[in-house]
């Protein structure tokens, strides 16, 4: 690799990593939001600093900062008689192998820029979803390890619990993307992006949600319950087993496997846009259209306008207020008239030299750059907020439910939707 | 090994790196002041009996084991569900067969009850 390659790829690898940590302790916050507003409270709005006399709170947006702060500085506990080593690594089991399930996401369009190519992807590997089950799999082994090493009994039933639970939905998870494996006939991530663009059958966006609806229901809830989140909080049923596997887990060390767990989610959301959303695809459009100033100008306003409406609801701020709203418009159309000059201006303009002339001959590829990542974004949050929304929907399942749910359904059902995959795409091939 | 393995080496190394540096930060920066009492296994405040590492039901060991067949199996799978558009016919009816003996295994294991977690 040349050294421009290996500064791009290390850029690439901040930004991935970057993404996943400033979206995971949002999401800490936005939980906790979410359940005040499930159960009718005003939910955390006390932390504060203290800026001229004045106390800034941020609607509680200060929280995952307090939380971090206040978890660094708690005392580390040690079970006396617990496997000290195992119990020492497995936070790290935890959260590393879901921190590295983001290298073969490919988080927008593969662009042109001053003459190098930019993969929006850490690494392009053939065999993307295999990494993916790979690593999605070590983490396993964080959950189980801690509760098994910290010598305490609702730890052991809650390390049982997780362990055969979650290789019971791998075993699901597996077998629901065999469908959609076919119809693209790639393991390459970028591959199963780039298949997922244009229409199918004159009116629906070719995306795997569209094309293979059953085996996306059945990877959402498989997928679901690989974050051991509610309705699937069995190795951790505060009712039950008090806290599961991390009972005798303090500061930090607990705090890594909240982290880890709202990183999964996270990951999960990503690989579910990539799979079945079409990534960064824009809907009913191919991957060209990127190139259109008036497509730029569009999708622009309305992931700005999202992005903008998306800040202000953090914030808190009245959405009724029209200056809020009239914030939202005016945010969109910058975006969008921005955007759309980016891509646009040359062909406006014809070619012109100096600065100015380098920026605008690669506008229309930064604009696709810039877009392609709002877009990727977007569909992230919005599966994000889902996957809180059905978490304070459903109550826990009990634990044979559970099993019976993933041995005696979802496989069955995976199974059967493969099957009819293949008759499908053999008639209508 | 192809150049396309390097960068997810660095993602690798990086994530590592930052688990491994807020594991050092818990460690470093948090008081640690043991005690007997401390340190005994938390169950809600009375006294823990007996040994931890007693006898749990057998069905974890048994899904366990349904885990690695399973699994193999769908690997397995893969490489067919790759190559399904150009091997057409013949070799969908091999998969079913391949499908049917796995149905044959899911059947048996359900029929046994190895499933049944309700009793």
Known sequence: MTLAEVIIRLVMVALAIGLLMSIAPLLTWGERKWSALAQDRVGPNRAAIELAGKSITLNGLLYPLADGLKMIFKEDFMPTRGEKFLHFVSPWLAVFPALAVVAVIPLGARVNLFGHEIP????DLDA????????????VYGSTLAGWASNNKYGLLGSLRTSSMLISYEVAMGLTLVGLMMTVGSLRLSDIVE?????????????????QPFGALLFFV?????????????????????AGYFIEYSGMKFGMFYLGEFVEVV??????????????????????????????????FISTAYLVFFVITLLGLPLRDPRIQFAIAA???????????????????????????????NGPELAKLLMSLMVFTMKILILCWFHILLRWTYPRFRYDQVMKLGWKMLLPAALVNLVVTGIVLLIIR | M??????????????GLIAASMLTLATLMGPYRPSKQKGEPFECGSPSRGSLHQRFSVKFYIVAILFILFDI????????????????????????????????????VWKKGALEWEE
């Open chain 1, 222 to 242: 498989s997928a679901f319950a690989e974050t051991k989140r509610a309705p699937f909080d069995l190795p951790e049923a505060e009712s039950e087993l008090v």
């Open chain 2, 73 to 108: 199996e769908i690997v397995f799978i893969y490489p067919w569900a790759i190559q399904f558009m150009s091997l057409g016919m013949l070799a969908f009816v091999e998969m079913m067969i391949f499908i049917a003996v796995l149905v044959a295994g899911l059947a048996y």
């Open chain 1, 128 to 139: 993307g979803i295999l990494y993916l089950f790979a690593f999605a799999s070590l983490s």
């Open chain 1, 331 to 361: 945010g969109g159309f910058l975006g969008g008239a921005g955007l759309a000059l980016l891509s646009g201006a040359e062909g406006l303009l014809g070619p012109k030299g100096g600065v100015l002339g380098l920026i605008l001959s």
């Open chain 2, 2 to 15: 192809p150049a396309q393995y390097y960068p997810m080496l660095m993602i690798i190394a990086l994530a």
């Open chain 1, 120 to 123: 929006m992807q850490v690494a």
């Open chain 1, 195 to 211: 298949y997922q663009q244009g229409t199918m059958l004159g009116f629906l966006p070719r995306w795997g949600i569209f094309m």
């Open chain 1, 267 to 300: 990951t999960g959301a990503c690989l579910f846009a990539v799979l079945f959303f079409g990534g960064w695809q824009l809907p009913w459009a191919s991957s060209e259209a990127y190139y259109n100033p008036l497509v730029v100008g569009i999708g622009g």
